[in-house]
């Protein structure tokens, strides 16, 4: 039954959004123009029967109201709702899937066409689906461009511009822009071009929103989780500002020509496109594109966080220079993205607090942090965290290091100290740790998350082999403490051989693995299978073992804080079912205020006749329609959370969060099953995957790797190398290993 429903709406889903992207490709046509007429007068008629306005003396006035009124519905169901439609049906898609994954695992059928296909330093690493989505959407573009530059040059003026557009005016009929500024035949067709430019950057918009969701995240039916999808969002912007950059520069260009800059740019049109609106919405993208930039983003985190936030004024103009027929295009990320918002500033209430923390040598600290016991995760899993006492809106995100089958009230996260927020919280971590005093402090910390996948698909391999730079370790710690959870358990299918390679600067590093230290001196080398491969680069050769540098490292510093600032625990985000309902909820609103406004605020017959209402007036209420439901979702939202709080989450234990001393016992020979440690170089991985695939005899192998973004260059180069050619020779035949490559990202 549970795979027949899964089928069923993943049918659906496909449907939807084949049936959405057919609407994008059809718009620009001669064909959906007629149509789409046809079905604005038929929904107008259709409202005439179902109000029984016939009889009414007013009926020009009524008509002339219900027909805009409906023009405003049909085009949020037409071109908004299915968005939001794909959404829900995906939330519900997720939940009955990860429960369906507690009773079997299987293996991902999709590994073919996500293994790295192009690797390259200024693209990264590409998957063959992600080249065939990239290119069709370019495909896309060409053709939005080409129809609407084909209608727009049959339609155009011959050569007697200024004769012709004279005569137009002088026939009492409205001007276009063109008319206006009495362009000739060249100029006419540039600013078409530029024009035509601003659809493409609305179209780029219309899917900007989409990565960066959280809750209502539709990648993760793909199998991408948020922190992977980040970098669609930033190739999305990145090709919209450039859009939009064209389309704002060529008009300037056009004006210029015809020496009406400053009459034309500072204008508020009562009716048609704001240019004002446009300049600022266009000029406020790029602040947003330029502060988001990788040399800001790493060094001035804070100039690029606070700047993002300027999107709210960015959709706003767009808004109002497009007009609200071009925003319902758009307006399905905008609906819920701002949902979304909303319900995750709603769930990371209230606030808990941090029960104590892990100081490491190499300038790390692991939080611990008191969560429900009915809170489960899956690895590779991460949290957003905000400590008020630092900073009251920032939130960073960090990948959880703990198991939830093992700690069933907290769970780690582990924060690598280097940029202003993370050394503000070291300071005060160790100002606790110098004190003297005997009253303990109380730090509050909201907790946003856990966001992660909603099946172990990704470890079913044979071999995993798992590669981490520096803190990229993190996932890592959360995986092999799953797979010693479950080693029992005949549900689960994990490796039977793990390797561990960690790459590191100094070999202070070496105490990130503090976290595992237990597992990797208590466990027998014929019932772990886990070989650990530590790379030192920036030292010399020493002769140290890792138990040498584990004894050396790996004594870390606890310090306990109180639970008198919040008696809460960290709950999790919200039902998936629950967060669909909303969803519904919020579209069914918005509707229905929409409809109310437009009815109350539509002039009659008589007062269009004389005055006309400006065209932005229909954004406002777009805007207020949109506020209110959003509003009566976030209220309907806030009264569930509270009678959820005040019967089920449970208070805190200061005795359940108490970290203890890193000390371990390294005399267990299960140390010396592990290779010695190197120094003074990387890894070479054409040699390790050679090898591997040698021992492994031709098995799937599953490469997860998490650092820089030069270290999964190399490893996405070899183990596509290494699956072309690598083969092993037994029984006759030539047997291939199958290298799967996985991207797990720790920073956004």
Known sequence: MAKATLLILK??????????????????????????????????????????????????????????????????????????????????????????????????????????????????????????????FFLFLAWTFYAHISNDFEKMVPTKSLKSFSNISNAGKKMTPAESLKLNTRQFKFLRVATRFGLLAKACLALLLLPVLRGMALFRVLGIQFEASVRYHVWLGTAMIFFATFHGVSTLIVWGMKDKILDEMWKWQKTGRIYLAGEIALVTGLVIWITSLPPIRRKRFEIFYYTHHLYIIFLLFFLLHAGDRHFYMVFGGVFLFGLDK??????????????????????????????????????TSIIFVKIPSISRFQWHSFSITSSSNIDDDTMSVIIKCGGKWTNSLSDIINAELDSDSNQMKCIPIAIEGPYGPASLDFLSYDTLVMVAGGVGITPFLSILQEITSTQSSIRYRFPTRIHLIHIVKKSQDISLLNPISHLLVNQSAEKWHLKLKVFVTQEEESGATIRDLLNEFCQVQVVNFSTKCSSDAAHGVENLLWMAAMAGLSSVTFLVFLSSLNHAFLPSQEKSSKQKNPTWVADILVICSFIIAILCSTMVAIILKWRKLSREIPAVSEKEGRAKEGLMDTRSTALDEHEIIHFGGRPNFQDIFTNLSKETGGSDIGVLVCGPESMKESVASICRLATSQCCNKGDGQKRRSNFSFHSINFTL
């Open 342 to 379: 909303l319900l995750r500033i709603i769930q990371s209430i209230p606030q808990t607090c941090i029960l104590s923390a892990r100081v490491f040598p190499c300038k790390a600290i692991e939080l611990v942090i008191p969560k429900d016991p009915r809170l489960k995760y899956n690895p």
């Open 11 to 136: 049918l659906l889903m496909i449907l939807i959004c084949a049936g959405w992207f057919t609407l994008w490709i059809l718009k620009p046509t001669k064909l959906w123009t007629k149509k789409w007429h046809t079905a604005e007068e038929s929904a107008r008629t259709s409202v005439f029967g179902y109000y029984g306005m016939k009889f009414s003396p007013d009926i020009a006035s009524i008509e002339i109201s219900l027909a805009t009124e409906m023009s405003f519905c049909l085009n949020f169901v037409v071109y908004t709702f299915p968005v939001i439609a794909l959404a829900a049906i995906g939330i519900v898609y997720l939940d009955l899937q990860s429960r369906e994954s507690r009773r079997r695992q299987a293996r991902s059928s999709a590994s073919v066409l996500s293994n790295p296909l192009v690797v390259n330093s200024y693209l990264g690493v590409l998957s063959a689906l992600e080249i065939l989505a990239v290119s069709l």
